[in-house]
């Protein structure tokens, strides 16, 4: 009992490790106390008690309060004394009611495990997680059925136990503070970005995220996140490497059952949606979008998209760019999304294929900021990489690192040249949006003022 709980004989699947484990070195279980009680133990954090009744029979409740009694005798004081959580583990199950492996009571410090149940990482988590004021995790019309997660109950085994929750219950859990994200996308708003998963905790050089919360403003949110399959969720029963939307009550701050929208496959895969009716009782339609899921790089991420449906054919810079016409008291009104964007003349995409657009390197450099350009033009190459590239430079307010030496300076490029400079350096043309962000500004080569 001592190994499985602990690990105090080298266990490598047990209730401490795996803690340890999912909440990325915050939480520790250890079976030092306040009290000198090492001389009833029969082995570390283990006591051993008799009582003395008919166990065929009798109810749960019965033997519970019968143990509590017998350890409260033996150990001099009550419980939960200087405990934070006590597990009574039962050789048997003696009562009329025993289809269950163990069971525990919300925001309590008392959980109870019956046969070599104790032994499963993955039941002790689930009776742990009650006690700290998790619900169940469902999918479908069964309660417990959401396999992305230890709060539906997936893993009993010995030896497999790497595994941890859902975003809804992590969000609930607080672990991976601050890469948490409220998400409010109302009309002409949008997300998006790239998550990684929870075992990528301390592995997170670009601070992404790992929980979204989608704001309904109802207490019932949606929770999303990158069900990354390695690490401390290794042993993930379903959907790996998968994005995964939950459902769950009281904003996800409380104990409230959780549900996997993701119906029967537990979560979304690459080029895959999920679609919200009617969000925020605005008529329309939200499209969570996976749009590329990459395990190829340390940590892998998702990369996601959120907006409205009839906005899905929207450029990202739609919402930056004014409309030449002003409202009522004078203010420039962004584009109008009562709308497709193709009504706002600004954001349309440029006519050919053939045409590319160029920015500006730097804001405020260039007459005009940006503007349509032929492939055969020739023009200064700057080029952006999605991970960390040695000698490449990226701004805080940026996702990509930016370069202009690439080696040396390119100033009079084609497209097709420029596209193919940027694959030689592992890298890619930088978007409008980057350009405009000055994500690549300052990179060298006195590209600040020229069009790129």
Not at 78 to 105: N, R, T
Not at 366 to 383: G, Q
């Amino acid at each position: 009992i001592s190994d499985k709980i602990f690990g105090t004989d080298g266990d490598d699947a047990n209730l401490a490790s795996q803690m340890f484990a999912c909440s990325g070195g915050q939480l520790t279980i250890i079976s030092d106390y306040d009290e000198d009680i090492n001389d009833k133990l029969s082995a570390p954090g283990v006591l051993e008690v008799s009582i003395d009744m008919n166990l065929n029979g009798s109810s749960d409740m019965a033997i519970e309060n019968a143990i509590t009694t017998a350890v409260q005798l033996k150990l001099g004081f009550g419980l939960p004394g200087p405990f934070q959580q006590v597990m009574y583990i039962k050789h048997a199950c003696f009562g009329p009611h025993c289809g269950y492996a163990a069971l525990a009571d919300s925001n309590s410090w008392m959980s109870v495990f019956q046969g070599d149940y104790y032994k499963d990482a993955g039941v002790q988590m689930h009776e742990i997680g009650h006690n700290f004021g998790l619900a169940h995790s469902g999918m479908g019309q069964d309660t417990y059925a959401d396999h992305t997660c230890l709060m539906g109950n997936p893993l009993y085994s010995d030896t497999d136990g790497s595994m941890c929750f859902n975003p809804a219950k992590s969000w609930q859990l607080g672990w991976y503070f601050p890469f948490y994200k409220d998400v409010y996308v109302g009309v002409g708003q949008e997300w998006e970005g790239k998550l990684i998963g929870v075992s990528d905790y301390k592995n997170n050089p670009n601070s992404d995220k790992i929980v979204l919360r989608i704001e309904t403003d109802t207490q019932d949110d949606y929770f999303v996140g990158f069900n990354r399959a390695t690490g401390s969720n290794s042993d993930n029963d379903l959907c790996d490497n998968c994005v995964t939307v939950i459902k769950t009550g009281n904003n996800g701050e409380s104990y409230s059952q959780s549900w996997n929208q993701i119906n029967p496959q537990g979560g979304l895969l690459e080029n895959e949606f999920f679609l919200i009716e009617n969000h925020l009782n605005s008529g329309k339609t939200l499209r969570i979008h996976v749009i590329q899921i990459n395990l190829d790089v340390s940590p892998g991420f998702a990369h996601v998209s959120i907006k409205f449906e009839d906005e899905v054919n929207c450029k990202n810079w739609c919402n930056e760019i004014s409309i030449p016409w002003n409202d009522l008291v004078g203010t420039t009104q962004k584009c109008d999304f009562t709308e497709l964007c193709d009504g706002c003349p600004e954001c349309v995409a440029p006519e050919a294929p053939d045409d590319y657009w160029i920015v500006c390197g730097k804001k405020n450099n260039c007459d005009p900021p940006f503007k349509n350009a032929k492939t055969d033009e020739l023009h200064e190459v700057r080029c952006c990489s999605d991970i960390s590239k040695p000698g490449w430079k990226k701004k805080a307010s940026c996702d990509v690192w930016g370069e202009s030496e690439l080696p040396g300076c390119k100033h009079a490029e084609t497209y097709e040249s420029a596209d193919q400079i940027c694959k030689d350096n592992d890298a890619r043309l930088c978007t409008r949006l980057e350009l405009e962000g000055d994500c690549t500004a300052g990179s060298g080569c006195s590209h600040d003022h020229d069009h790129i």
